[in-house]
Structures are given as C-alpha cells and as structure tokens.
C-alpha cells in the first residue's frame, strides 16, 4: 500500500506492508528507500532488520530506488485513518508479496532483537500460512 503518513518526520508518503488489520488497527512495516550505512555499531540489528526488496520485476513501483522492509518495527494506525484516505483517493493498493519475500520477513523478523515479542507473534500469525 502506499499512504500519508502524518507521523513521520517530516510527514510523508510511505510504501508500508499489511500485517494485520483489526476491527481497530492496521499493523503495518514500512519500506525504506535508502540506509544510512553510517550509523554506528549499535545499530547493526537495526541494519541486519532490512529485507532487500530491489530488482524484483513485480515491484516495478520500487524501481527508482533500492528499497528495503524494515522489519525492525511493526506500526500501528487507526483503522478508520487508513480507510478515509482509500474513501479521498489518498492510499492507494500497490499488490501483493511472493511466498519468498513473506519467508524472508518472518525470518528476519523473528531474529530482530529490536522488534518485541508480540509483534514478531503477529508477524508470525499473519504471514506464516500465506508463506507456504
């Protein structure tokens, strides 16, 4: 999906991957354009937490830069934010994800340290059976 993200600094559109979607929520992993490499040791997990989602033909919608899923942190909106900016023509459906790139999230997912317990559950709940 690509949507408005008004809680980013600064605000902006964003690529995300649904996670789950609740009677009230929508859990969502962003995807990244670029990583800054720079960062110090500390922030290894958080490096080794990207799943490369760059030269792959069905997301041609990517192609202007590598970009990355960053599994070190599942957001989380306002069902009801996501589906006004569907009803304004803000958001908008981009596709789905192959079998590989699923297996790949909840494998880095499941090895991020940064990423709590009961997300990674929720990775796992929702992505597992479409993975196989």
Do not use: W
């Given at each position: 999906?690509?949507?408005?993200?008004?809680?980013?600094?600064?605000?902006?559109?964003?690529?995300?991957?649904?996670?789950?979607?609740?009677?009230?929520?929508?859990?969502f992993l962003f995807i990244n354009s670029e990583i800054n490499?720079?960062?110090?040791?500390?922030?290894?997990?958080?490096?080794?937490?990207?799943?490369?989602?760059?030269?792959?033909?069905?997301?041609?919608?990517?192609?202007?830069?590598?970009?990355?899923?960053?599994?070190?942190?599942?957001?989380?909106?306002?069902?009801?934010?996501?589906?006004?900016q569907f009803e304004n023509h803000v958001a908008e459906f981009k596709g789905t994800l192959?079998?590989?790139?699923?297996?790949?999230?909840?494998?880095?997912?499941?090895?991020?340290?940064?990423?709590?317990?009961?997300?990674?559950?929720?990775?796992?709940?929702?992505?597992?059976?479409?993975?196989?």
């Amino acid at each position: 999906m690509h949507i408005y993200c008004n809680f980013t600094k600064p605000p902006k559109y964003k690529f995300i991957i649904v996670v789950s979607v609740s009677d009230t929520k929508i859990s969502f992993l962003f995807i990244n354009s670029e990583i800054n490499y720079n960062l110090n040791e500390e922030n290894n997990a958080f490096i080794d937490s990207q799943v490369s989602i760059f030269n792959i033909k069905q997301y041609d919608f990517l192609s202007k830069y590598k970009s990355y899923i960053d599994c070190s942190n599942l957001h989380k909106l306002d069902y009801e934010e996501i589906f006004n900016q569907f009803e304004n023509h803000v958001a908008e459906f981009k596709g789905t994800l192959e079998k590989d790139i699923l297996k790949k999230i909840i494998e880095v997912a499941n090895s991020c340290p940064l990423l709590p317990k009961v997300d990674k559950d929720i990775i796992n709940k929702n992505f597992t059976p479409l993975s196989v």
